[in-house]
């Protein structure tokens, strides 16, 4: 199956998501327009969750780093009371 999907590609001038994506939007009578566009919203979607996945993820390790801190303080602190 796979082999004749890259057949119709390489006779389309296209690449295999391409061919795909143009079955798929024939197959539900939609806009070949239409589909590419919502790929690309999701794409652009998709990117922006991963750069505030990332920015969350280097704030969580912010937040750790300070709470070691605030523990080691508190711990010595603490030390320094009993003494």
């Given at each position: 199956m796979l082999e004749a999907l890259d057949a119709r590609a390489i006779l389309?001038?296209?690449?295999r998501t391409q061919v795909i994506r143009e079955a798929i939007a024939r197959?539900?009578?939609?806009?070949?327009?239409?589909?590419?566009?919502r790929v690309n919203l999701l794409e652009q979607g998709i990117?922006?969750?991963?750069?505030q996945v990332q920015l969350t993820e280097e704030r969580t390790d912010l937040l750790e780093m300070q709470f070691s801190e605030l523990s080691r303080l508190v711990t010595m602190f603490i030390g320094r009371q009993k003494k």
């Open positions: 389309d001038d296209k690449d197959y539900l009578e939609l806009p070949e327009d239409s589909v590419e566009d990117e922006k969750l991963h750069e």
